[in-house]
């Protein structure tokens, strides 16, 4: 699986918006771009997915640069409830069925 | 729908002890999937199934079993527990869309410590 780069941590403020960066240099035209969290003593979640174009759901955006080497998940007004951990993952869909968690982006949220 | 459950919500184990970890969704997935998170770091792949009767090794095998004999049901087992299999262990299930996108559900998680 192709590997992601995403910062260990992140700060923003309740209310504000919050974009989450996520680099993928090697990504293959199949992979699909997957972001889950995981909140205080909790299992992950599915956020959002996408393979080349913008996705918006109640949860989030996301936004797919045009080579996709990068991504960006946008939470647009993030609440104390979005503070957790954010992981970025690749998935080739098809037959490869698992998916590979990294370390993710720790998102504080200040009051 | 209850979505994936696990038992024990926590367990300590001795050194050299073996115990069965619980794992049942209702959504009719057909894959399921067995995580461990040690403090600080991502989930690593311990075993998964794709289906009943099915199963192979993740990332981070040794130590432990698995057997698939509904679609509902995968319990994990741990043989002669030791200290560096405390962690946090979530089950997981999935579908696949039509596109073959896989959106994973996760239980609550077991924590388990090994003293």
């Known amino acids: 699986d192709a590997k992601t780069t995403q910062p260990n941590s992140m700060e923003s403020n309740e209310e504000e918006p919050v974009h989450l960066p996520c680099n993928h240099s090697t990504i293959s035209g199949t992979d699909y771009i997957h972001w889950y969290r995981q909140l205080p003593s909790q299992g992950p979640e599915y956020v959002i997915h996408?393979?080349?174009s913008n996705v918006n759901n109640r949860m989030a955006s996301l936004a797919i640069a045009e080579d996709r080497k990068s991504s960006t998940l946008i939470l647009h007004r993030a609440t104390l409830r979005d503070a957790a951990v954010y992981y970025c993952?690749?998935?080739?869909?098809?037959?490869?069925?698992?998916?590979?968690f990294g370390k993710g982006t720790l998102l504080t949220v200040n009051p | 729908n209850a979505g994936v459950t696990q038992t024990p919500k926590f367990r300590i184990l001795k050194i050299g002890q073996s115990m069965t970890l619980q794992c049942t969704q209702d959504?009719?997935?057909?894959?399921m999937y067995w995580y461990r998170q040690d403090p600080g770091m991502g989930l690593k792949l311990i075993y998964y199934s794709v289906g009943a009767g099915i199963t192979d090794k993740g990332e981070v095998p040794n130590g432990y079993n698995v057997s698939r004999s509904t679609t509902e049901d995968f319990p994990l087992r741990l043989e002669l527990a030791a200290p560096s299999q405390t962690s946090v262990y979530f089950c997981a299930s999935s579908f696949r869309t039509s596109g073959g996108v896989v959106e994973q559900f996760f239980g609550p998680g077991t924590r388990l410590t090994v003293l």
């Open positions: 996408g393979l080349t």
């Open positions: 993952i690749l998935n080739g869909g098809g037959s490869n069925y698992k998916l590979t």
């Open positions: 959504m009719n997935h057909n894959y």
